[in-house]
């Protein structure tokens, strides 16, 4: 059981390349997330899914996009990286939303050039 | 929406000393309160989680305490250890929309 995994760990990109970062869970969680993490703002959600097909906007969810094809995986996209996205990455799920606890995966470092 | 404010934003206490962390949530929907430990170079994992039907939650030398009227929930940590050094997130969720998360607080125990 790995629980949540994400890949890569690390990730240097020039401003206007676009990127997936990888998300996997193996709990078979209905509720997926993608959170940035930057100094001093805590964690802000940028997409979120309930379940495969459906997926909805968090509260950054500017120049990304997402989809949920399956349960298992939630892939996090940048259409055009730019500075402002050099953040760390985080992927996490949970059983359903909002009333249980929430996984994270180990997180992407993200560097916009 | 809802916002989750939290302090104080860093917290130095001497080894064997409390520290508590408070934070206070705007939409009286929330129903799910959450504390996560992130300690340097890791993810966010879950400390402890407190419902809006009670009023405190104890798990060993943490407590969580909730006041609904007021809007306010805290974090309590008795007996504080080295290894308690970390960053801690509060979060508030409705149970039906996003999970939202507080700014963190940034433990440092001292030996």
């Known amino acids: 059981n790995a629980g949540v995994t994400q890949t890569p760990k690390f990730q240097v990109l020039k401003t206007g390349q676009s990127m997936t970062l990888q998300c996997a869970q193996d709990?078979?969680?209905?509720?997926m997330s993608w959170y940035r993490q930057d100094p001093g703002m805590g964690l802000r959600l940028i997409h979120y899914?309930?379940?495969?097909?459906?997926?909805d906007q968090g509260e950054v969810p500017n120049g990304y996009n997402v989809s949920r094809s399956t349960t298992e995986d939630f892939p996090l996209r940048l259409l055009s990286a730019a500075p402002s996205q050099t953040s760390v990455y985080f992927c996490?799920?949970?059983?359903?939303?909002?009333?249980?606890?929430?996984?994270f995966g180990p997180g992407t470092r993200l560097t916009v050039t | 929406g809802e916002n989750v404010e939290q302090h104080p934003s860093t917290l130095s206490v001497q080894e064997g000393d409390s520290a508590v962390i408070k934070c206070t949530y705007s939409?009286?929907?929330?129903?799910?309160f959450p504390w996560y430990k992130q300690e340097l170079g890791k993810r966010p994992q879950l400390i402890i989680d407190?419902?809006?039907?009670?009023g405190e939650k104890k798990d060993q030398r943490i407590a969580v305490t909730l006041n609904k009227t007021a809007k306010h929930f805290s974090l309590h940590i008795t007996e504080t250890q080295p290894e308690d050094s970390a960053v801690y997130f509060c979060?508030?969720?409705?149970?039906?929309?996003?999970?939202?998360f507080g700014t963190g607080t940034k433990l440092q125990v001292i030996p």
């Open positions: 996490a799920s949970s059983y359903s939303r909002g009333v249980y606890e929430q996984y």
């Open positions: 709990m078979n969680h209905e509720y």
């Open positions: 899914s309930v379940g495969a097909g459906i997926t």
């Open positions: 939409d009286s929907a929330s129903n799910y």
């Open positions: 407190i419902r809006s039907n009670v």
């Open positions: 979060a508030a969720s409705d149970g039906y929309q996003k999970v939202t």
